[in-house]
Every structure is written in C-alpha cells, then in structure tokens.
C-alpha cells in the first residue's frame, strides 16, 4: 500500500520559513516525479513546485525564488523549504507523487498559516 505523509506545516508570521517534508513508503519512490500542490477553499488544487526523477524542478511563478524543492532518495523523502513567506502562501500543501505508469498518488495534506 503506497502512503504519502506530510510533515512540517504549522504556523509562522510572514518572512518566516517553514521546511515541508513528505515520506513515501509503499513504492518505488526514485522513479516517481514528486510534487507540491497546494489548494485553498473554494479554489482549485495548484501544483507549486515539481521534481522529476533525475532532478531537474520547476516552481509556480508565485514561489520562484522563495522555495526550493529537493529529493532524498535514499530516505524515500522529497521537501519544500518555503522562505520569505507570505499571507498568500496560506493553504494546504500536499505531497503528490506521479509515474505514467505506475500511478499518481496524494498525502494527507498539511495546513501552513502564514500570519500578517
């Protein structure tokens, strides 16, 4: 069974930092391409940042250089260390792993709350 958990989300006031980790079990995580959504009410799921599996990322416009996307393969583990941190950054983060052929899974999701 493939499981995704999420971990580091919380509460920081804005200009802070907050460091996401998402552990996978259950599969083979070094040919999954790992990502993070995030997604607030009323809105649609949107893909912040994307990490292929021989490393090179992609970021939303809205988060280049403020966060960095970064994988361990060897701990099953991709990470979102969010800097500068805004109000508008506040939502639910979740971890996605995706293989063409293999799958697409979600974590649980993590609340960051980003205060003014």
């Known amino acids: 069974q493939v499981q995704l958990v999420e971990s580091g989300g919380g509460w920081v006031r804005a200009a802070g930092s907050l460091r996401l980790s998402c552990a996978g079990s259950?599969?083979?995580?070094?040919?999954?391409?790992m990502n993070w959504f995030r997604q607030t009410p009323g809105t649609q799921r949107e893909l912040v940042a994307r990490i292929t599996t021989d490393g090179p990322t992609i970021y939303a416009d809205s988060v280049k250089g403020r966060f960095t996307i970064s994988r361990d393969s060897a701990k099953n583990t991709v990470y979102l260390q969010m800097n500068s941190l805004r109000a508008e950054d506040t939502a639910v983060y979740y971890c996605?792993?995706?293989?063409?052929?293999?799958?697409?899974?979600w974590g649980q999701g993590t609340q960051v709350t980003v205060s003014s």
């Open positions: 996605n792993a995706h293989h063409i052929a293999f799958g697409n899974y």
């Open positions: 259950g599969l083979r995580f070094s040919i999954y391409t």
